[in-house]
C-alpha cells in the first residue's frame, strides 16, 4: 500500500565518521525485519584507523580470522550470510549491532530512493559534503593500500604492522579532513513529505 509520510533526516557532521540518520528507518516500508540490511559491509583504512583509535584492536584481530570475513590488503568485508535470506553479518533483531558512527561509509548515509533527499534545495550543501568526504576517503586509502604494498605487508599476514601504520596514518587523515568538515553545520535536521510504498499492511 502507498502512504504519504513524514521523514525526519538529520545530518551529523563528525568529519570522516559523518552520517545520515532517516526516521523512515524505524518503521522500513520492507516489513521484512532486514531492510536493506542485505550488504557485505567493507571496513577500509579509514574505518579500520578509526576503530583503532577506539580501542577496538582486538574485535579486529577476531574478525580476521573469521571465517566470514574477507580479508585483502588493507580492506575487510563481512560477507553476508545466506540462510534461506541474505543478510548482514552485523543484523539482529534489533536491527544493526554496530552504533551509526561504527559502520562503513554505505551504511552510514544509505537511505531509500523513496526518500528522494538529494531532490531537496537544503539537501545540496550535503550531496557535495558527500561527494567531498568520498573523494578524500578514497585518496587516504588508496595511498594507503600503496603504501603497504610497497612495503610488501598486508592484513592477511603482518596485521600488527598495518595497525602501527594505521595509528601513525589515521589522525594525520582525521586533522586534514576536520578543515574541510568545518566548512559545513554540525548538524542539520530536514522534515519532508513522501509517498512511501509498504510491502505489508501497517
Ligand atoms: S534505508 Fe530503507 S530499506 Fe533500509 S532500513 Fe531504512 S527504510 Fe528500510
Ligand atoms: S552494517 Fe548495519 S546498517 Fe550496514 S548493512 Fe549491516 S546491519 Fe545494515
Given amino acids: 500500500m502507498k502512504k504519504q509520510v513524514s521523514v525526519n533526516i538529520e545530518f551529523i557532521n563528525k568529519g570522516l565518521r559523518s552520517s545520515i540518520k532517516c526516521s523512515l528507518c524505524a518503521n522500513c516500508p520492507k516489513g521484512d525485519n532486514i531492510g536493506c540490511c542485505t550488504y557485505s559491509p567493507t571496513f577500509t583504512p579509514v574505518d579500520l584507523g578509526y576503530y583503532l583509535e577506539n580501542g577496538k584492536e582486538d574485535f579486529l584481530k577476531r574478525m580476521i580470522v573469521n571465517s566470514q570475513v574477507t580479508v585483502l590488503t588493507g580492506e575487510i568485508?563481512?560477507?553476508?550470510?545466506?540462510?534461506?535470506?541474505r543478510y548482514c553479518f552485523f543484523h539482529s533483531d534489533k536491527g544493526c549491532d554496530l552504533s551509526i558512527e561504527d559502520r562503513d561509509s554505505i551504511c552510514r548515509q544509505f537511505l531509500c530512493p523513496e526518500v528522494k533527499l538529494w531532490h531537496h534545495s537544503e539537501a545540496k550543501q550535503w550531496a557535495e559534503f558527500w561527494e567531498v568526504m568520498a573523494e578524500w576517503e578514497t585518496r587516504f586509502n588508496h595511498q594507503f593500500i600503496e603504501r603497504l604494498e610497497h612495503l610488501g605487508i598486508s592484513l592477511e599476514k603482518n596485521c600488527d604492522a598495518v595497525f602501527e601504520l594505521l595509528r601513525e596514518e589515521?589522525?594525520?587523515w582525521k586533522e586534514s579532513y576536520a578543515e574541510v568538515a568545518s566548512r559545513y553545520p554540525e548538524r542539520h535536521l530536514l522534515k519532508l513529505n513522501r509517498m512511501v510504498t509498504y510491502k505489508k499492511h501497517i
Fill in 77 to 85: 568485508t563481512f560477507n553476508a550470510f545466506i540462510e534461506g535470506v
Fill in 170 to 172: 589515521y589522525p594525520k
